[in-house]
């Protein structure tokens, strides 16, 4: 059984259910903050000795010298050309349309001329080097190489240090993306040790600008830590899905859609919103009759149980409004008119329109990119793109009339804050 939960906006204690279910403070808990604040606190003091000993001690992965954790790029390309002619073809294929999708983010940068002859503009300046986290404790993801990796090389960033966590053999397939993605050095380190010899270098690992990438509750906790020292991303938490449907939608496709946000970990969120009570029943049974079958049927059940629900609402407008409540991570719009409704979803990290977009096309292939904002991060944040990877500088050229012009207003201003020399900067530069 799923245990999963069946809510309606029409029962008494709706309200008080779904703060409930929208609760995710588990998640954030006081003790991944703890561990992960010790190991980081060692890694920046220790560097590779204490890089390797919390490998070792919690990957299990053993090595004489941090220099051992690394991949060369002769085996990256090595498990490229080992995968079957099918692995190949999708990594290249997911590949080319990521990169496709993302050209169209690259900014240019701008300069213009005001009515006083002054320039003004921006530099756009790509990041000189990146840490791209790929997780991998419960499931591998070369998809999660893909995402991370193309934007930054459009970007231009000059080098790429990925890591990723391996308890065993190292994944082929995470390898061969980091190859197809021209990941510049791959190491085989995971958790808030790798997250901190990112941030502050050890004799073995560079230390990088950003740190992009998913990861669990003590890599998230590690990136709040280190924020400051280097940039990031976002801080992930689990995995989330809303689904909208009409009920007009095969049963089974929505069972399917709950299940591929479920077998992420027991902390993923799957949500139903339907006006047919029908519906719900259907989706419920397919629930229960599919179950049995999924390979990894146990992590689907505890997530569906903990944080799942399949909720009747009175509309599909009461329905959006209560989405923009979660500001979900992905949001499948199972409708007939589905097109209609996305200017009235405010919040939400990626949005699936339409009966045949299954939010899992969006894992590996569509294009948009994978890394988006969870825990209702979505309200105020946005996909992982070119544009995280690069800063930008802003340009000002003065004339010597422009420079006059504006240095009376700037004197003015200065004034009145009392900055003297502030004022007396702009005042030299005032003719006449």
């Not at 051992?68 to 590949?95: G, H, I, N, T, Y």
């Not at 591998?140 to 990796?149: F, I, K, R």
Request: proline share 5%; glycine share 8%.
């Amino acid at each position: 059984m799923s245990g999963i939960a069946i809510l309606s906006t029409r029962d008494a204690g709706f309200s008080i259910d779904f703060r409930a279910l929208m609760d995710r403070s588990e998640e954030n808990s006081v003790k991944a903050e703890e561990v992960a604040r010790g190991i980081v606190a060692d890694v920046r003091s220790r560097g590779d000795e204490a890089l390797l000993m919390w490998t070792e001690r919690l990957d299990k992965r053993k090595a004489a010298q941090a220099a051992d954790l690394e991949v060369s790029p002769v085996r990256l390309k090595a498990a490229f050309e080992a995968l079957p002619k099918p692995q190949q073809q999708a990594l290249e294929v997911a590949a080319a349309r990521i990169r496709s999708y993302h050209e169209h983010q690259i900014v240019t940068p701008y300069m213009y001329e005001d009515d006083l002859g002054s320039g003004l503009g921006v530099k756009i300046t790509a990041l000189d080097r990146v840490g791209l986290y790929v997780p991998g404790g419960k499931a591998a993801y070369p998809s999660s190489v893909l995402m991370n990796a193309i934007p930054a090389r459009l970007a231009g960033v000059r080098e790429l240090i990925m890591m990723a966590p391996s308890t065993a053999e190292p994944s082929p397939l995470v390898l061969a993306a980091a190859f197809v993605a021209k990941v510049d050095r791959v190491f085989l380190a995971g958790g808030a040790q790798a997250i901190a010899a990112l941030a502050y270098g050890t004799a073995t690992v560079p230390r990088v600008d950003k740190i992009v990438g998913p990861g669990n509750a003590y890599v998230a906790a590690a990136k709040r830590l280190v924020f400051g020292q280097v940039a990031i991303d976002m801080i992930a938490g689990p995995s989330e899905v809303a689904i909208i449907c009409d009920g007009k939608t095969d049963p089974r496709w929505i069972a399917y859609d709950l299940f591929a946000q479920a077998e992420h970990d027991e902390g993923a969120q799957s949500l139903l919103f339907t006006p047919d009570a029908h519906f719900i029943q259907a989706v419920h049974a397919e629930i229960e009759r599919l179950l049995p079958d999924m390979e990894r049927r146990d992590i689907i059940a505890a997530a569906l149980g903990r944080h799942g629900a399949l909720i009747e609402v009175r509309s599909i407008a009461e329905a959006v409004e209560l989405v923009n409540e979660v500001a979900p991570e992905h949001l499948e719009l199972s409708l007939d008119d589905a097109q209609a409704w996305i200017d009235r979803v405010r919040h939400a990290g990626a949005i699936f329109v339409g009966r045949h977009t299954a939010e899992s096309l969006g894992d590996y292939c569509a294009g948009p990119n994978h890394v988006l904002p969870t825990s209702g991060t979505a309200r105020f944040s946005s996909p992982l793109g070119v544009y995280d990877f690069q800063k930008r500088t802003s340009l000002v050229f003065c004339t010597p009339e422009g420079a006059s012009v504006l240095g009376r207003t700037a004197s003015v201003l200065a004034r009145g804050e009392g900055l003297t020399a502030h004022a007396l900067s702009a005042e030299c530069r005032i003719r006449g």
